[in-house]
């Protein structure tokens, strides 16, 4: 699995802040999201649901254990092998996450969550310095079920250290949190902004920045085709931002953005059409082909108006799949 295309998929809300109320139900009471025992119950229910939805490529068996942006791009991802596989995943080798790490904070209300930081089989050297998966699970209420909402795959240098308590339980930062240097309900909306402008400059450079929007640029205009591309901010429902404090004041947050890319092809070119991409596609191919993608980020950002004028918020992971595509 890379790290921009994967056959997982994802959910993520903030939490309010704590009001220290406390009701019969418990909706106000400020309380860990989750005991140990039920995070690890979370990670090998959702680990064993995957495999069986990767060795089959069926994205009924999973979808169970999948939301917001890893819940897109994992459903998608199937739903393109299934149609180019229907006899099942030929090369199907079962995920295994190792030496789970919870953070789970505490937090008033729904939503719950807690992060898995694991380490996976899907490691190229198996060195001391493999990458980690950080899976993001979400539960919605006390009926609903653990769902794995964001995966975000760093290595382990560029995983903060978060705040805890003396019990061990992480702090969750608020959506429009004035602690930080930009609030997390803003950051979707302000990277789709950047991506397409440059603007607001407050995004450190990077291979999910700067370095992104110069290969785009780059893949604007090639011989025969045009390519526009067009980035929103994906952050209401589940797909709402999620962060937590780490130990120096910073917030650690996951969010969501729609990326779109748009070929047109001059007169008697004809676009090319990959076998996932036909797999998703409505319409028919004619002169343009709009692809729809997710992307599910992790970021790092400062405390207060902190940081270097124009490096304030450092992308650390960008997981981007394919989820629609249009022909015209």
Request: with cysteine; charged share 20%.
């Amino acid at each position: 699995m890379g790290r921009t295309t994967t056959g997982l998929a994802a959910l993520a809300v903030l939490s309010l802040t704590a009001s220290g109320c406390v009701t019969v139900h418990g909706e106000r009471a400020v309380v860990p999201s989750a005991t140990e025992d039920e995070a690890a119950q979370a990670l090998t229910a959702f680990t064993e649901a995957y495999n069986k939805a990767d060795k089959a490529y069926d994205p009924a068996l999973d979808a169970a254990h999948v939301t917001g942006a890893l819940g897109a791009i994992n459903q998608a991802g199937l739903k393109a092998r299934q149609v180019n596989f229907p006899n099942g995943n030929p090369n199907h080798a079962p995920l295994e996450l190792t030496d789970a790490r919870f953070v789970i904070p505490k937090k008033a209300g729904w939503p719950r969550w807690f992060v898995a930081d694991t380490d996976s089989n899907r490691d190229r050297d198996g060195g001391a310095q493999d990458s980690r998966w950080l899976l993001v699970f979400v539960r919605t209420g006390a009926d609903a079920g653990w769902r794995a909402a964001y995966l975000t795959i760093l290595s382990p240098q560029q995983i903060p250290p978060f705040k805890t308590d003396k019990d061990g339980y992480a702090e969750p930062v608020a959506p429009d949190s004035a602690a930080l240097a930009v609030a997390p309900r803003n950051l979707s909306e302000e990277y789709a902004s950047y991506m397409q402008s440059g603007k607001p400059d407050h995004f450190k450079a990077g291979p999910h920045t700067s370095v992104w929007r110069a290969v785009r640029a780059k893949g604007a205009n090639v011989l025969g085709t045009s390519t526009q591309y067009i980035d929103q901010p994906l952050d209401t429902g589940d797909f709402a931002p999620l962060g937590l404090l780490t130990q120096d004041g910073s917030g650690f947050v996951f969010f969501s953005v729609r990326n779109f890319e748009r070929q047109t092809a001059a007169k008697g070119v004809r676009l090319k059409v990959v076998p996932d991409v036909k797999a998703l596609l409505t319409g028919e191919v004619k002169s343009s082909l709009t692809k729809e993608r997710v992307s599910n980020l992790a970021v790092v950002v400062p405390p207060g108006n902190g940081g270097e004028p124009g490096q304030v918020v450092e992308v650390r992971g960008r997981l981007t799949g394919l989820t629609a595509a249009q022909g015209e």
